[in-house]
């Protein structure tokens, strides 16, 4: 309803765009989404894309052959064992170490967290080289292992061990924040209670951090099955003897056997997908209020 | 700068936090909104600030329709609660900082503006204090450096929102003198809100009090306190006692029995009365109540009745002269003094 | 009775009613020495062995210094690159509404789970000269594998998480008042995101670029594919490392494996710093 006031001063007539204030004008929001998601799907989707695009290149026969061809066979064995062997061990040690730091108080914990962490930070190649270092032919121990015929290096337990130091932190790395988030309270209670160490770990910790857990075991596990740069450097390569899946990849990739390069690739894709997919499904669980959750 | 407000409603999703408000405001005063939580009071400031947009209504600066003004064009000063200084700026580029995102054409020179922000660093009693972060102040520091912020833009209006609720009560106190003493020297039209009533009484020339997305009344501090015209404000300000009474040819009557109280129409309501506001009468028509404890209050009695029956008991407070006699078990008559009668309640 | 004090230690711990610490500790003490301590022994002595003078005509080596310096020049280049995206990403996901966030939010962990020989190849066969994105390039004659480009491609993928991971929870922290003090003030929304919410989630920045630098200088499988591996042009410091072993020469394949190892502790060291100056304003203000 339009009137003048009485010192003719100019009114405002018709609403004008609403401005928030803690939001960005129209425009820049859509300019600034369609850019984000354009440059996640650059980065991001299209190498997970085309690694499905390239395995499939030559038809899904073709496909099935690369995977069913022995040394592909062999390599999804040996990745298959080293997981076998390297995720259990690190769970154990994953769960202890983050009992130990959650539960207790005592001196040296960052140093104790800088030291499990430490496998996260330097370079695969570095991780592999220690091993080289400490078992290979010019080490101390080399000789020895040489006259009683133990071959550690370039055969499968090199191997186990340098997955093993890569993935040491994964478990450890999910579970100590998420113990030390829960706190003491529920074990002291349940020791009161009468409860001793075991049935206090698996009554009423472990069903705390069961996500947590899983989890963590899931990327312990992408992370062995796909590890390649401390792999690489141990294995000595031996088509069919020594390689990983990964190995195998490289493999095929340098004979210009691009198809079955990606055909064995896309199987460890799918295996970073699906932890991922277990990732979403999980946060949208604990999004609804089970166990764990600090957002408010 | 005078405000007024029109027939503002809000609602958030469905949910209606301002019922069709109106209010005016005069130029220079320093006015409170005050009620409990989810009076609409902090919404009614939001909405003058431009922090929220008014589902219908309209809100006037002067003569000039503010309504949809972005809050970046009103030139309003506002004062959040948890005073929302940036952390990572010393005291004196928070206090700059309004004027130093002016437009070139409007913005001082660097010289200038660091003048007037030391000048109203002054005005706030923090000299000395330029270099400092935020996390390095006392809360009564920081509310004063976010007043000292807001002044800077020299705002048309002067918007506060709980501003002492985060302080204890010695800092709570020396602060709300200074902020009227502040205001006595500034001349700024102030709106200020809160939930504590002993503040908005001291402070304001005017309290207006809220209920639930409504205004109850608005008035001087001895308005609301002495001439409460509804429940709501009787209550809420101030002790209280109310009673469910009947009206009978114009005697007002509690539990079948008269009190010697007239009021004009006929029919049931709430009596309302403080609890000093009563006398203790032997004889004659007044409340009787039996005594259930019995405290001291500084230079009175606080005194609990029962005023009700066996089965339904009806316990309120007065307060009686210390020399009355009141033991516990005995029964006391009084008679209200200054009292309303709240029709068909 | 009365005195005794409110926490007991029992050595170097506290005392707790929670049994199975020795246990526990015991297990983590043993792995963690088995696993890494003792590796970690064999580099340290290794390294020892080799003395000041022989690093010093080992790392004056050409073709050493050439590896080292295309490491970590395309991983800071990288690093920088992945925060001036990342950060907009990072806003994008805390702050916007869009269908299909929850999948993309996922998405952002991919390079994470990632093998990297996965990554690698699909990197190297998308830039290729012939690839899908390296046709685009080679139109305005712009070569991307086989040259540092294509490396900083690769690190530009592995870092991608480490920066938006970091700042989206300090992004979700945000107080909003602070953003409507801004406007009140007369800021507008440029202002507001340039000079109040930027310097805020500066020591995350930080962070994730630290965290981004640190592990693009160490990667390997995402790289070697894509990028030739011509020696003092794109040849990446661990693979130096590897083709030093496979001619036996340990010392100068640990020589290069200190100066990696340095680094990423001097980078650990930059973030703690990171956090403990952080902590300067964080405390409630």
Same mark, same amino acid.
């Given at each position: 309803?339009?009137?003048?006031?009485?010192?003719?001063?100019?009114?405002?007539?018709?609403?004008?765009?609403?401005?928030?204030?803690?939001?960005?004008?129209?425009?820049?929001?859509?300019?600034?989404?369609?850019?984000?998601?354009?440059?996640?799907?650059?980065?991001?989707?299209?190498?997970?894309?085309?690694?499905?695009?390239?395995?499939?290149?030559?038809?899904?026969? =073709?496909?099935?052959?690369?995977? &069913?061809?022995?040394?592909?066979?062999?390599?999804?064995?040996?990745?298959?064992?080293?997981?076998?062997?390297?995720?259990?061990?690190?769970?154990?040690?994953?769960?202890?170490?983050?009992?130990?730091?959650?539960?207790?108080?005592?001196?040296? &914990?960052?140093?104790?967290?800088?030291?499990?962490?430490?496998?996260?930070?330097?370079?695969?190649?570095?991780?592999?080289?220690?091993?080289?270092?400490?078992?290979?032919?010019?080490?101390?121990?080399?000789?020895?292992?040489?006259?009683?015929?133990?071959?550690?290096?370039?055969?499968?337990?090199?191997?186990?061990?340098?997955?093993?130091?890569?993935?040491?932190?994964?478990?450890?790395?999910?579970?100590?924040?998420?113990?030390?988030?829960?706190?003491?309270? =529920?074990?002291?209670?349940?020791?009161?209670?009468?409860?001793?160490?075991?049935?206090?770990?698996?009554?009423?910790?472990?069903?705390?951090?069961?996500?947590?857990?899983?989890?963590?075991?899931?990327?312990?596990?992408?992370?062995?099955?796909?590890?390649?740069?401390?792999?690489?450097?141990?294995?000595?390569?031996?088509?069919?003897?020594?390689?990983?899946?990964?190995?195998?990849?490289?493999?095929?990739?340098? =004979?210009?056997?691009?198809?079955?390069?990606?055909?064995?690739?896309?199987?460890?894709?799918?295996?970073?997908?699906?932890?991922?997919?277990?990732?979403?499904?999980?946060?949208?669980?604990?999004?609804?209020?089970?166990?764990?959750?600090?957002?408010? | 700068?005078?405000?007024?407000?029109?027939?503002?409603?809000?609602?958030?999703?469905?949910?209606?936090?301002?019922?069709?408000?109106?209010?005016? !405001?005069?130029?220079?005063?320093? !006015?409170?909104?005050?009620?409990?939580?989810?009076?609409?009071?902090?919404?009614?400031?939001?909405?003058?600030?431009?922090?929220?947009?008014?589902?219908?209504?309209?809100?006037?600066?002067?003569?000039?329709?503010?309504?949809?003004?972005?809050?970046?064009?009103?030139?309003?000063?506002?004062?959040?609660?948890?005073?929302?200084?940036?952390?990572?700026?010393?005291?004196?580029?928070?206090?700059?900082?309004?004027?130093?995102?002016?437009?070139?054409?409007?913005?001082?020179?660097?010289?200038?503006?660091?003048?007037?922000?030391?000048?109203?660093?002054?005005?706030?009693?923090?000299?000395?204090?330029?270099?400092?972060?935020?996390?390095?102040?006392?809360?009564?520091?920081?509310?004063?450096?976010?007043?000292?912020?807001?002044?800077?833009?020299?705002?048309?209006?002067?918007?506060?929102?709980?501003?002492?609720?985060?302080?204890?009560?010695?800092?709570?106190?020396?602060?709300?003198?200074?902020?009227?003493?502040?205001?006595?020297?500034?001349?700024?039209?102030?709106?200020?809100?809160?939930?504590?009533?002993?503040?908005?009484?001291?402070?304001?020339?005017?309290?207006?009090?809220?209920?639930?997305?409504?205004?109850?009344?608005?008035?001087?501090?001895?308005?609301?306190?002495?001439?409460?015209?509804?429940?709501?404000?009787?209550?809420?300000?101030?002790?209280?006692?109310?009673?469910?009474?009947?009206?009978?040819?114009?005697?007002?009557?509690?539990?079948?029995?008269?009190?010697?109280?007239?009021?004009?129409?006929?029919?049931?309501?709430?009596?309302?009365?403080?609890?000093?506001?009563?006398?203790?009468?032997?004889?004659?028509?007044?409340?009787?109540?039996?005594?259930?404890?019995?405290?001291?209050?500084?230079?009175?009695?606080?005194?609990?009745?029962?005023?009700?029956?066996?089965?339904?008991?009806?316990?309120?407070?007065?307060?009686?002269?210390?020399?009355?006699?009141?033991?516990?078990?005995?029964?006391?008559?009084?008679?209200?003094?200054?009292?309303?009668?709240?029709?068909?309640? | 009775?009365?005195?005794?004090?409110?926490?007991?230690?029992?050595?170097?711990?506290?005392?707790?009613?929670?049994?199975?610490?020795?246990?526990?500790?015991?297990?983590?003490?043993?792995?963690?020495?088995?696993? +890494?301590?003792?590796?970690?022994?064999?580099?340290?002595?290794?390294?020892?062995?080799?003395?000041?003078?022989?690093?010093?005509?080992?790392?004056?080596?050409?073709?050493?210094?050439?590896?080292?310096?295309?490491?970590?020049?395309?991983?800071?280049?990288?690093?920088?690159?992945?925060?001036?995206?990342?950060?907009?990403?990072?806003?994008?996901?805390?702050?916007?509404?869009?269908?299909?966030?929850?999948?993309?939010?996922?998405?952002?962990?991919?390079?994470?789970?990632?093998?990297?020989?996965?990554?690698?190849?699909?990197?190297?066969?998308?830039?290729?000269?012939?690839?899908?994105?390296?046709?685009?390039?080679?139109?305005?004659?712009?070569?991307?594998?086989?040259?540092?480009?294509?490396?900083?491609?690769?690190?530009?993928?592995?870092?991608?998480?480490?920066?938006?991971?970091?700042?989206?929870?300090?992004?979700?922290?945000?107080?909003?008042?602070?953003?409507?003090?801004?406007?009140?003030?007369?800021?507008?929304?440029?202002?507001?995101?340039?000079?109040?919410?930027?310097?805020?989630?500066?020591?995350?920045?930080?962070?994730?670029?630290?965290?981004?630098?640190?592990?693009?200088?160490?990667?390997?499988?995402?790289?070697?594919?894509?990028?030739?591996?011509?020696?003092?042009?794109?040849?990446?410091?661990?693979?130096?490392?590897? +083709?030093?072993?496979?001619?036996?020469?340990?010392?100068?394949?640990?020589?290069?494996?200190?100066?990696?190892?340095?680094?990423?502790?001097?980078?650990?060291?930059? +973030?703690?710093?990171?956090?403990?100056?952080?902590?300067?304003?964080?405390?409630?203000?």
């Amino acid at each position: 309803m339009p009137h003048e006031s009485p010192r003719g001063l100019q009114m405002e007539h018709t609403p004008r765009k609403w401005r928030s204030a803690t939001s960005e004008p129209l425009w820049a929001k859509a300019s600034l989404l369609i850019a984000a998601l354009a440059y996640l799907s650059l980065i991001i989707i299209l190498p997970l894309v085309s690694v499905m695009v390239e395995a499939f290149r030559n038809g899904a026969g =073709e496909y099935l052959a690369a995977l &069913k061809e022995p040394d592909a066979l062999a390599a999804i064995r040996l990745t298959l064992l080293v997981a076998a062997i390297a995720v259990p061990l690190n769970l154990v040690f994953g769960l202890a170490a983050s009992w130990a730091i959650a539960k207790f108080e005592f001196k040296g &914990k960052a140093f104790l967290i800088t030291l499990i962490d430490l496998p996260f930070s330097v370079s695969p190649v570095i991780s592999g080289l220690v091993y080289v270092l400490l078992f290979g032919a010019q080490s101390a121990l080399g000789p020895w292992l040489k006259n009683h015929g133990i071959e550690i290096l370039f055969a499968v337990p090199g191997i186990v061990l340098a997955t093993i130091f890569v993935t040491f932190p994964f478990v450890a790395r999910e579970l100590i924040p998420l113990m030390q988030e829960q706190g003491t309270a =529920e074990e002291e209670a349940a020791i009161t209670l009468g409860a001793n160490g075991w049935q206090t770990f698996t009554r009423v910790t472990l069903p705390n951090i069961k996500w947590g857990l899983l989890y963590g075991v899931l990327l312990c596990n992408a992370r062995a099955m796909g590890e390649f740069g401390a792999v690489s450097v141990v294995s000595g390569h031996i088509r069919g003897l020594t390689t990983t899946m990964p190995l195998h990849v490289e493999i095929l990739y340098n =004979e210009y056997n691009l198809a079955a390069a990606f055909a064995v690739a896309s199987l460890l894709a799918l295996l970073a997908l699906l932890t991922l997919v277990v990732r979403t499904v999980l946060e949208i669980w604990f999004s609804h209020g089970i166990a764990g959750n600090n957002k408010h | 700068m005078e405000i007024r407000i029109e027939k503002i409603r809000k609602e958030f999703d469905r949910y209606p936090a301002l019922h069709e408000v109106s209010l005016g !405001i005069k130029s220079g005063e320093l !006015i409170a909104l005050l009620g409990p939580s989810g009076s609409g009071k902090t919404t009614l400031l939001r909405l003058v600030a431009g922090l929220e947009r008014p589902t219908t209504g309209r809100i006037f600066f002067g003569d000039a329709d503010a309504s949809w003004t972005p809050v970046q064009e009103r030139n309003v000063g506002f004062v959040f609660q948890s005073y929302a200084l940036f952390r990572h700026m010393t005291v004196l580029d928070n206090i700059a900082f309004g004027l130093t995102v002016r437009p070139k054409a409007t913005r001082p020179p660097k010289l200038e503006i660091r003048r007037r922000a030391l000048e109203l660093l002054d005005m706030v009693h923090l000299t000395g204090l330029e270099k400092r972060y935020p996390n390095q102040l006392s809360g009564g520091q920081r509310q004063r450096v976010a007043l000292a912020r807001a002044m800077a833009i020299e705002p048309r209006v002067l918007l506060l929102d709980e501003p002492f609720g985060a302080l204890d009560a010695k800092v709570r106190k020396e602060l709300r003198k200074w902020l009227r003493e502040f205001h006595d020297r500034t001349g700024h039209t102030t709106i200020f809100v809160t939930h504590d009533q002993e503040e908005a009484l001291e402070l304001a020339d005017r309290v207006v009090v809220m209920s639930q997305g409504k205004i109850e009344q608005i008035g001087s501090s001895d308005d609301v306190y002495d001439r409460p015209n509804s429940p709501f404000v009787f209550s809420f300000i101030g002790d209280s006692v109310n009673l469910p009474v009947s009206m009978a040819h114009g005697d007002v009557q509690f539990a079948g029995q008269a009190l010697g109280l007239q009021h004009s129409e006929d029919g049931t309501g709430q009596m309302f009365f403080r609890p000093r506001d009563v006398t203790l009468v032997s004889e004659g028509p007044g409340i009787t109540g039996k005594v259930t404890t019995s405290r001291r209050l500084a230079g009175a009695r606080i005194v609990e009745l029962d005023v009700g029956t066996a089965r339904a008991p009806n316990l309120i407070e007065i307060e009686v002269p210390l020399d009355a006699r009141a033991e516990r078990g005995s029964e006391v008559r009084f008679r209200p003094t200054r009292w309303k009668v709240f029709a068909g309640q | 009775m009365y005195n005794q004090p409110l926490t007991e230690r029992i050595g170097f711990r506290r005392h707790s009613v929670i049994p199975g610490f020795g246990l526990s500790f015991g297990v983590t003490i043993a792995w963690l020495t088995l696993i +890494i301590l003792i590796p970690l022994a064999a580099l340290v002595l290794h390294s020892a062995s080799i003395g000041f003078s022989g690093y010093a005509s080992l790392l004056a080596d050409e073709r050493t210094q050439n590896a080292l310096g295309v490491s970590f020049g395309c991983a800071l280049i990288a690093a920088i690159v992945n925060v001036l995206f990342g950060l907009p990403v990072a806003w994008v996901l805390v702050r916007y509404r869009f269908p299909g966030k929850r999948i993309v939010d996922a998405i952002v962990d991919l390079p994470f789970a990632l093998p990297t020989a996965v990554a690698g190849i699909s990197l190297a066969a998308l830039y290729a000269k012939n690839g899908w994105v390296g046709q685009i390039f080679n139109w305005f004659g712009v070569k991307v594998a086989f040259t540092p480009a294509g490396i900083i491609v690769a690190l530009i993928f592995i870092g991608l998480p480490f920066v938006v991971r970091t700042v989206q929870p300090v992004i979700e922290e945000i107080d909003k008042e602070v953003e409507e003090a801004a406007a009140t003030l007369g800021a507008n929304r440029f202002q507001t995101i340039a000079r109040v919410i930027v310097p805020s989630l500066l020591p995350a920045i930080l962070t994730g670029f630290a965290l981004a630098f640190a592990r693009a200088a160490g990667e390997y499988g995402s790289v070697i594919f894509i990028a030739g591996n011509i020696p003092y042009v794109s040849e990446i410091a661990p693979l130096l490392i590897i +083709i030093r072993l496979e001619e036996f020469n340990y010392a100068g394949a640990t020589a290069i494996a200190t100066v990696m190892l340095a680094v990423s502790f001097l980078m650990l060291f930059v +973030i703690n710093l990171i956090q403990a100056w952080t902590r300067r304003y964080t405390n409630a203000a």
